[in-house]
């Protein structure tokens, strides 16, 4: 049996700020200087459109989103779960003070405490489901 050597409050860390300062982050600079901090070079974001690898691709992705939702903030739901070099948050996102627009699950590995994937699983009953999977099929 192998044991992970990432700590499980790095983990939790990794998945706090990528929802805020990454996703949540309107100010380009701010955005890229936490990518660069949180990510692996070579880290991929699993998304409904499709794989996206690297910094600048993540950045671009975040970035567009972002500019979708300017004045949606993200609520983590709950408190970040870790097993081995992975872990879980639960999140909504909508206007601030408002019932969220559209929730999912981030889901991240972790390798020498930066993220190398992130999987987002969005409700599929939302309208952001339906318009990011509309994308991928296009």
């Known amino acids: 049996m192998t ?6 409050e790095r983990i939790r860390e990794l998945l706090d700020r990528n929802l805020q300062e990454v996703f949540g982050e309107g100010d380009d600079e701010r955005r890229r200087a936490a990518i660069g901090e949180l990510w692996a070079e ?3 974001l699993y998304v409904p459109p499709g794989a996206i690898v690297g910094h600048d691709a993540i950045d671009k992705f975040a970035g567009d989103l972002r500019a979708t939702h300017p004045d949606y903030i993200y609520t983590p739901h709950g408190k970040p779960q870790v097993l081995h070099n992975a872990g879980r948050l639960a999140w909504g996102s909508g206007p601030r003070g408002a019932t969220p627009e559209y929730t999912g699950w981030d889901v991240i590995t972790v390798r020498d405490g930066k993220i190398t994937a992130l999987y987002v699983f969005l409700e599929e009953t939302s309208e952001e489901f339906r318009r990011a999977s509309a994308k991928s099929a296009t």
């Open 3 to 8: 044991h992970s050597n990432e700590s499980a």
């Open 42 to 44: 070579d880290g991929i």
